[in-house]
C-alpha cells in the first residue's frame, strides 16, 4: 500500500564501493525525484525525471547516475563512494512536470553511510 | 540569489499551545509555496500548498499565510500537540524554463507535555 517506496532504508558500506537505491511509486505519477538531505537536514534535488526523461540534474558528481527503466521507478546508483555521499537520500514523485501546485509524495528515505 | 530562510531554527513549546513558524524567500519568478512536516525518520508530508494568488490556506490546526509583496509565509500552529513535534520545510518553487525547488533548512519543533 505503500505510495512511494524505497530500499534499502539503510545501507552502510565502505568507501571505493559501488551501491544502488531503488525506488518504486505505485501513484500512477509521470514524474519522480531523488533528494540528498545532509547532517545538516537540508534537502537538495539531484535529479527528477518526467516519463523516463531525465529534466534536471543538479550540480550532482557523474558518479551518481539515475536510471528510470519505468514511468513507476527511479533508481541511483553510486559508483565509487566517498565519505560525504553519507546522507539520507529520499526518493519523491509527482503527478505531472510543470502543473501548478503539483504536490510531491516522499518515500521513506534511504540512510546512506560510508565508511 | 534564489534563498529560503526560516525562522526561528528551533522552537519548544508546551503541548496545547499555538505557535508561528516564518518562512522568507528571495526566489523569482515564484510559483508556489509549500509547506511540509518531516517526523524523524521519515520523508517530508505536504501541509500546504499556496499559490501567488492565495493568501491563506488552513489544513486542519495548521494554517499558512503568504505575502507575495514581502515575500513572506507563516504557518500557525493551533492547539499543539504532541504529535506536532518534527521539522516543519518551506519549500518555494521557481518556474522559468522548468521547476526549479528551492528547500529552506526548516524549523525543529518539540512540544512537551
Known amino acids: 500500500d505503500t505510495a512511494v517506496s524505497q530500499t534499502p532504508k539503510y545501507l552502510v558500506t565502505q568507501m571505493g564501493n559501488d551501491k544502488s537505491i531503488k525506488c518504486e511509486q505505485n501513484l500512477g505519477h509521470d514524474t519522480m525525484y531523488w533528494y540528498k538531505q545532509d547532517s545538516k537536514k537540508f534537502l537538495k534535488i539531484m535529479f527528477s525525471y518526467n516519463n523516463k526523461e531525465l529534466i534536471i540534474n543538479e550540480t550532482v558528481p557523474n558518479r551518481f547516475s539515475p536510471k528510470s527503466p519505468d514511468k513507476a521507478h527511479l533508481n541511483l546508483h553510486i559508483n565509487s563512494l566517498e565519505l560525504g555521499d553519507s546522507a539520507v537520500y529520499f526518493c519523491?514523485?509527482?503527478?505531472?512536470?510543470?502543473?501548478?501546485?503539483?504536490?510531491?509524495?516522499f518515500g521513506p528515505g534511504t540512510r546512506l553511510t560510508v565508511l | 540569489k534564489n534563498q529560503v530562510e526560516q525562522s526561528p531554527q528551533s522552537l519548544i513549546i508546551l503541548e496545547g499551545k499555538n505557535c508561528t513558524l516564518q518562512?522568507?524567500?528571495?526566489?523569482?519568478?515564484?510559483?508556489?509555496l509549500r509547506w511540509y512536516k518531516q517526523d524523524t525518520g521519515r520523508g517530508p508530508v505536504s501541509l500546504t500548498i499556496m499559490t501567488f494568488s492565495e493568501n491563506t490556506k488552513s489544513n486542519g490546526r495548521y494554517t499558512a499565510t503568504l505575502d507575495a509583496d514581502t515575500k513572506q509565509s507563516s504557518l500557525h500552529i493551533t492547539a499543539s500537540q504532541l504529535s506536532d513535534s518534527a521539522s516543519y520545510i518551506c519549500v518555494v518553487t521557481s518556474y522559468n524554463y522548468g521547476q526549479n525547488f528551492v528547500f529552506g533548512p526548516g524549523t525543529r519543533l518539540s512540544v512537551l507535555p
Open positions: 519523491a514523485s509527482s503527478p505531472a512536470w510543470g502543473l501548478a501546485g503539483s504536490e510531491q509524495f
Open positions: 518562512c522568507n524567500y528571495t526566489v523569482s519568478p515564484f510559483s508556489n
